[in-house]
């Protein structure tokens, strides 16, 4: 199998993808890795080219800060551009960028295209929970309204996602809302919540709210973009204010500051758990080919991470699988 | 000044609102405390009743888990409904209660009334922030969807309020949204954003991510009350969650339970800034009379915090203020 890599997208681009593709290519022998992105910046890294790692030039960079839309349409030569295109065309059967969220939704739109009776492909990322199983919660930004019937078919998405990359055999389906009980929410999930309990072949199990998240009593989340948005970005926001709350607390004074390295594994492997680097990359669900979101502060584990994500959602024919349930064909 | 308190609302009911109220009857000789609620259990609690405690009898009790409006509208005798007829007849000068916030928001509505001109009235509670501050958030659940121009009715409210009871002579008001451009968000937000640029008197900061609401960068947060719950909500449970695991890991051995005992005055003062009850009641602003609602945990001091609360909000005309400010009169 052959997996486009941005290698001009995240914050420490392009070293990050580099390494992750090296690494990656070191393991994985049977998969192709493509470095999609300025040859002079490129090739520089890679003194020692793997056989099955390769590099394609594209001259322009999408940068953080740019309007996606705009970006998109205008920078056909930009490496996340032309990894698209190389989905695209079947010349990568999975493309993995770390760059603008945004515009790497725009081009899975523009570029990859929906899949046939996909209204709203969604980003579903993993939260991470405090059994370290994780949660599929989607959709986490690509839209950020949804209509009910959206919310339906993102349930259905995240369960065969669930099913086919990491085995769950039933996964559990939430719907992310303000209170338990099935009559409670907005005008969305209220009329969200019947539909979810007829979508054939998936386990609704009913309301989760935003508190029991973490708690890991579903293995899909589903939402609307912003309230998705809302979720993970307090959830991050909490976490790290506490850790740098602890950091400060505790290094106030000897006493404070030996009570702390006594601790230091229990800390660290804590932090390790609220940590969105091990958690690999998020598919972009309902497009007609596998595009894969690393986190924009992603290093090369975490692009090797997203590799390994990749490799497991082609080996099981992901994109078909859902392709199948959706339109019946 | 006259405070009715729902003596049956709350968790810890009666005893946590018999116990509020004659601390605070101690503290404030000027205020007349009545405990309004089922004699039988509350008289038993007052064997030394100071002169500004009074109880009015109410028999019947309105449960957490009922419907909120058909209780309201049933239970006509119950001590969340007397207090709130008490306000509306002048017979109070303000309520509290920790009870069902459903029916507190409906007794607002019905049985207190709306204030003229405005079309939903918010709930608005204190977000616990790092600097100890605080941010006022609203709506935090009164009305799940919200339209663009009550997100500005509520940052005017809010404005009042922290101006008001907080003393803070020109608040910062943010826009709870998913980046911190103008043009970012979703239909609400959007066109909320220039509608809260025009709201005369406030000062609009622009959009504040929810990863950002820890760090006090504003002073009122408006956002609906679907999307306010998801922040308080995941909020509340990361950092509950990141203290039950940290308790479990510093538990683990000798050395860690060591480590742990010479950083517990600091891992308590960290709790305790995450902590509901120290941050005293919610305002329903908007309504023709002043109701604060507690937090249904609440214990005696955080029905204590609440009274205060309501002190301040009386003694500086809140509700008189909101008035003038929305209809101009």
Redesign the interface.
């Known amino acids: 199998m052959r997996i486009a890599i941005d290698a001009m997208g995240g914050d420490n681009a392009p070293e990050c993808n580099v390494e992750g593709a090296l690494s990656a290519a070191a393991e994985w022998q049977d998969t192709q890795l493509v470095l999609v992105g300025d040859e002079a910046r490129l090739l520089p890294l890679l003194k020692n080219m793997p056989s099955n790692v390769t590099v394609r030039h594209a001259g322009e960079v999408i940068e953080a800060d740019e309007e996606p839309v705009r970006a998109v349409r205008r920078k056909k030569d930009s490496s996340m551009v032309v990894a698209g295109r190389m989905v695209r065309e079947g010349e990568a059967d999975a493309m993995i960028s770390s760059g603008n969220t945004g515009a790497l939704m725009t081009t899975g739109l523009l570029i990859v295209g929906r899949m046939e009776g996909i209204e709203r492909p969604a980003l579903a990322p993993m939260i991470p929970t ?1 059994d370290d199983v994780g949660v599929l919660a989607l959709d986490l ?1 690509a839209n ?2 949804a209509k009910p019937q959206h919310l339906a078919q993102y349930a259905l998405m995240g369960s065969i996602y669930r099913n086919k990359v990491h085995g769950i055999a039933k996964p559990r389906v939430g719907l ?1 809302n ?1 209170g338990t009980e099935p009559g409670k ?3 969305l ?1 209220k009329e969200a919540y019947p539909l979810l309990e007829n979508v054939p072949g998936i386990h609704f199990i009913g309301n989760v ?7 890991g009593n579903c293995d899909v989340l589903v939402c ?4 998705g ?14 850790f740098s ?2 950091k400060e ?2 290094s ?1 004074s000897l ?2 500051k ?6 230091m594994p ?2 660290r ?2 932090k390790g ?2 940590d969105y680097k091990e958690h690999g990359g998020a598919p972009l669900l309902g497009l007609g080919g596998l595009v894969v979101k690393g986190h924009g502060s992603s290093d090369g584990n975490a692009v090797k991470n997203a590799v390994r994500q990749a490799r497991i959602a082609l080996q099981a024919d992901l994109v078909p699988s859902i392709s199948k349930e959706i339109s019946g064909k």
Request: hydrophobic share 50%; aromatic share 4%.
């Open positions: 405090l930004g950020m309204d992310l303000v929410g907005n005008e999930t709210e935003a508190r029991d998240v973490l708690t609307d973009g912003f309230a948005n809302i979720l993970l970005k307090s959830l991050e926001g909490t976490a790290g204010a506490i709350l602890l607390q505790f106030k006493k404070t030996l009570g702390a390295a006594m601790l229990e800390l492997s804590l758990k609220m």
